[in-house]
């Protein structure tokens, strides 16, 4: 077993991977189960699932940040509008 101490693993690191593989997973079930067509959005891109989940997830990067400059390190209500930001991207683009 390799050493990892020098990663200085959380459960809050681990919960993000863990997020993102389960994401990862979920995506491709769905592209197996419902074959995915790209449809146009607000942006008038034709965009897919894996595309609007690109977009989430980089929106929600800029929004925790934002939130650690302005606000400070309490990001429950980052989370949440990361998630309101999400529903709206999957929703309308």
Do not use: C, K, N
């Not at 929106?59 to 709206?88: M, N």
């Amino acid at each position: 077993m390799p050493d990892l101490a020098w990663m200085a693993w959380t459960w809050q690191t681990g919960l993000f991977f863990v997020g993102i593989a389960s994401l990862l997973l979920v995506m491709t079930l769905l592209a197996a189960w419902r074959p995915e067509t790209e449809r146009i959005g607000v942006l008038r891109i034709p965009t897919t699932r894996g595309d609007r989940l690109f977009i989430s997830l980089l929106g929600a990067a800029f929004i925790h940040l934002a939130w650690l400059g302005l606000v400070g390190p309490d990001l429950w209500w980052a989370s949440g509008l990361s998630l309101l930001y999400a529903a709206a991207v999957f929703r309308y683009v």
